[in-house]
Nanobody, 121 residues
Framework: QVQLQESGPGLVKPSQTISLTCTVS??????????WTWIRQPPGKGLEWLGD???????DYSPSLKSRTSIYKDPSKNQFILQLSSVTPEATALYYC?????????????WGQGTQVTVSP
């Protein structure tokens, strides 16, 4: 059974970088056929796709956040990491990591419980 667990600081100051780690168990993140995805949900709003990383390390990011987003893998720890720089309070959200099957881009077949990140002075 695949499990994903997000971790990272819950409070970040404006202009700093949000750095979150997703630890995956039950499946290698180097397995073919999957993308590893970050999503967020601001308070009172819907889900927002942030980006993903494929088996080859190819990344794809939301156009509106592309200049400030980086996703990379640490295969030795079976983790993938999100970095979102120069944040404002609008980045306050519940952040999720998820697995996306290659045949279902935009969808998720498993995801973590989410981690709250608040951007505040």
């Amino acid at each position: 059974q695949v499990q994903l667990q997000e971790s990272g600081p819950g409070l970040v100051k404006p202009s700093q970088t949000i750095s979150l780690t997703c630890t995956v168990s039950g499946e290698s993140i180097t397995t073919n056929g999957y993308y590893w995805t970050w999503i967020r949900q601001p308070p009172g709003k819907g889900l927002e796709w942030l980006g993903d990383i494929g088996n080859s390390g190819f990344t794809d990011y939301s156009p509106s956040l592309k200049s400030r987003t980086s996703i990379y893998k640490d295969p030795s720890k079976n983790q993938f990491i999100l970095q979102l720089s120069s944040v404002t309070p609008e980045a306050t959200a519940l952040y999720y990591c998820a697995r996306t099957p290659a045949w279902w881009r935009g969808g998720f077949d498993c995801w973590g419980q989410g981690t709250q990140v608040t951007v505040s002075p």
